[in-house]
């Protein structure tokens, strides 16, 4: 190439207009929202960045394919397009298709799990967690220790633990009846998995006579990480990686609102002829018919074009270097993160950049609440609020405490990431005087979505 600078690769055909706010009237939205940025209205953020999932823009290619959407109950043009794509890029039998991604996992669940078993995973998202412990089974995270370290820099920082692996399943017979691992690993910071721990973890699984599923929500993401940093694999296509990865599984389970590149959808793609029968069967029962499982005959249009489009390597390099061209200004304005760069988003690290402010008064909580007040972004806290709620209604700190900033795919433009870099360095020079917050109500369970908080000095927040 002639040329560096990596553009997004499309133009704009539709606009929606984001709306400036003024200071005021920020600190009045996030007040009648309790401090909680889950509970503002989107039209009182300028730069959403809460979520990667079923926030992204589609292409005219998408539009197209949802006017030539199938509505028929069963065996719907739709769905059989939408079986050629993802069978032709995960290679797996039996495809079925499902509203998102937690759905796929629960009838995963429902079809595989029984009380006391052990499902590892080198980290499960929330939802795959939730769904494993509904079946009375324990969810079990075997990252790489470098996994945790925020500072410390390592191409494949998702990778699982295969040591740890092997002895779950030696000191476990009959008891793990499913390996999964999560690409990208969305819980440690958006961070990849090398081809060569997939084939690892599937060596395993394959010795001990265990399945092994891949969480594929974002695994375009993850084939090019493999082509920009894993050996043998330069200049791969995507779609070949992506397919080399599906081969060494015998299912996955898909949010198609992540590298689908749709708005909803998702699916469960396995092998197994008598696991299919199963999982069809409760599908009836939850979601619909195997041939549309949730979703209109528009949205499996929508996926089926988007698949492919989230492979693109042009689209992907301009995807991962949006994130990495971030990241890269802060590491040089000292903003401490998770490093590298995770694929779909920017993990601040609040523990290290707000020492002053214990774990339980929630660091990333009060920063995420600053991003707001400063520059009308909205991001997401990853640490005590989400995870320190214990079971028996006490409290525990967790390991990190983080705020993710996730990029909606296609969305945002290299103008509208310069801003954020601005509130972000304006933030630091605000960091020492951050307070913290203190929770005012609480749900039982999943606090984050729905609690109330007050900043611990009253009105006082930075
Ligand atoms: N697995 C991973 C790795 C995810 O990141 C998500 C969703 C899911 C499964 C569940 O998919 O939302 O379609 O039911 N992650 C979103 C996020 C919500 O913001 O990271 P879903």
């Known amino acids: 190439m002639k040329f560096k600078t990596i553009i997004e690769p499309f133009r704009i055909k539709t606009v929606e207009p984001i709306r400036q706010t003024t200071e005021a009237q920020r600190v009045e939205a996030l007040g009648d929202a309790h401090y909680n940025v889950f509970k503002l209205k989107a039209e009182d953020v300028l730069i959403d960045l809460l979520t990667d999932s079923g926030t992204g823009a589609m292409s005219v290619y998408q539009w197209a394919g949802m006017m030539k959407g199938d509505e028929s109950y069963a065996g719907a043009r739709s769905f059989l397009a939408f079986e050629r794509a993802v069978h032709d890029i995960t290679g797996f039998t039996h495809v079925i298709p499902t509203h998102q991604g937690r759905a796929a996992e629960h ?264 991003l707001y007040l400063e520059g009308g972004i909205r991001a997401c806290e990853i640490g005590s609020v989400m995870f320190g709620q214990q079971p028996d209604g006490s409290e525990k700190a967790s390991d990190l405490e983080l705020v993710r900033l996730a990029f909606p795919r296609r969305v945002y433009t290299q103008s509208h990431m310069d801003y954020v870099c601005e509130v972000l360095l304006h933030v630091n020079t605000l960091a020492p005087r951050i307070r913290g917050m203190r929770i005012v109500e609480q749900p039982p369970a999943l606090r984050h979505f729905t609690a109330k908080f007050a900043p611990l000095v009253p009105g006082v927040i930075a």
Not at 112 to 135: A, Q, W, Y
Not at 294 to 311: K, P, Q, R, T
Not at 323 to 343: D, L, N, S
Request: some cysteine; hydrophobic content about 40%; proline content about 7%.
């Open 107 to 370: 009838i995963l669940s429902s079809a595989m799990l029984k009380p006391g078993d052990i499902v590892p995973n080198n980290t499960h998202f929330d939802t795959t967690r939730g769904n494993i412990e509904h079946r009375g089974a324990i969810a079990l995270n075997v990252p790489i220790a470098e996994g945790h370290q925020p500072q410390v820099l390592h191409p494949f920082k998702g990778n699982m633990d295969l040591e740890a692996l092997e002895r779950v399943l030696r000191d476990n017979p009959g008891r793990v009846p499913l390996v999964m691992t999560t690409v990208t690993n969305n819980s440690e910071g958006g961070q990849p998995v090398s081809m060569e721990n997939i084939r690892g973890t599937s060596a395993l699984a394959r010795k001990y006579g265990v399945p092994f599923f891949i969480d594929a929500c974002r695994f375009a993401e993850n084939s090019w990480f493999i082509r920009t940093r894993e050996p043998g694999f330069e200049g791969r296509a995507p779609i070949d990686i992506a397919r080399e990865m599906f081969a060494l599984a015998d299912g996955c389970t898909m949010s198609a609102k992540k590298d689908g590149m749709a708005n909803i959808g998702g699916f469960l793609a396995m092998n197994d002829d008598a696991l299919a029968a199963r999982c069809r069967n409760s599908l009836i029962l939850t979601e619909g018919f195997p041939t549309y499982g949730g979703l209109a005959g528009y949205d499996l249009e929508a996926i089926a074009v988007g698949l492919y489009e989230a492979l693109d390597p042009d689209y992907l390099a301009y995807r991962i270097r949006f994130v990495e061209y971030m990241a890269e200004k802060m590491v040089a304005a000292g903003i401490p993160m998770v490093r590298p760069a995770g694929g779909h988003a920017l993990y601040l690290d609040a523990r290290a950049w707000l020492p002053h402010i214990p774990p339980l008064e929630y660091p990333g909580w009060a920063l995420s609440c600053v």
